[in-house]
């Protein structure tokens, strides 16, 4: 007996499952249609076949399906980066990082608005949505390390030059790779930039 109960528990939960599954990936095709800001609650249910009030059995409200929908996205980008091969050469492998990070971004430009812009008034991540853009961070504050960079100002000026560049990338030329290629100029710059202070920073007599 408990064990047909737990088989009925565990079919009503893959049916739950399925249908996030189903409602998440209408909402991204609506969003690619009218633009994120203009989801309509009544096109999704229609959509996915429910009465609109059944959506909130599975979000509490629009800005629930886009906390839904940021930790979606925040999933696709944790799975490309950590389907990366890992260079043996650090900082090639932080040019390869940037260049990937600019390709997502221009993949699918409505991703990158939900995830790197702040397109929704009102809209703040729950802590469970944000707990994994901070696994993202974690990854891409790992790549610097091993390429030698670790100080807060030098991490924070390489987001801000991913971040100019992606946003570049989406605004000038969607789908293209003009930035994408600027990408290895970019990281080399950067990280001369940081070699240039350490060296400057060290000793009189030191070891360079």
Known sequence: MASETN???????????????TILAEAWRLAHRDGLAAISLRDLAERVDLRQP?????????LGLYDLMFADGNRQL?????????????REALVE?????????????????LLFQRTIPGFEPSAGSYA???????????????????????????SALVNGLAHQQVA?????????RLSRRAVDMFLADVDR???????KGAPQ
């Open 132 to 158: 994994l853009a901070l696994e993202f961070y974690d990854i891409a504050h790992q790549r610097l390390s091993a390429a030698g960079v670790s100080d807060s100002g030098e991490v924070d000026l390489f």
């Open 54 to 62: 059944s959506l909130y059995a599975y979000f509490d409200s629009k």
């Open 97 to 113: 990082f940037v260049e990937t990070l600019v390709r997502f971004s221009t993949v699918d430009v409505v991703r990158h608005q």
């Open 78 to 90: 944790l799975d490309l980066v950590r389907s990366l091969s890992l260079n043996d050469n650090p």
């Open 197 to 203: 202070r350490r060296q400057g920073s060290a000793p």
């Open 7 to 21: 088989n009925q528990v565990d079919r009503r939960g893959r049916r739950r499952e399925a249908k996030r599954a």
């Open 172 to 180: 000038n030329d969607p789908g293209g790779d003009r930035w994408v």
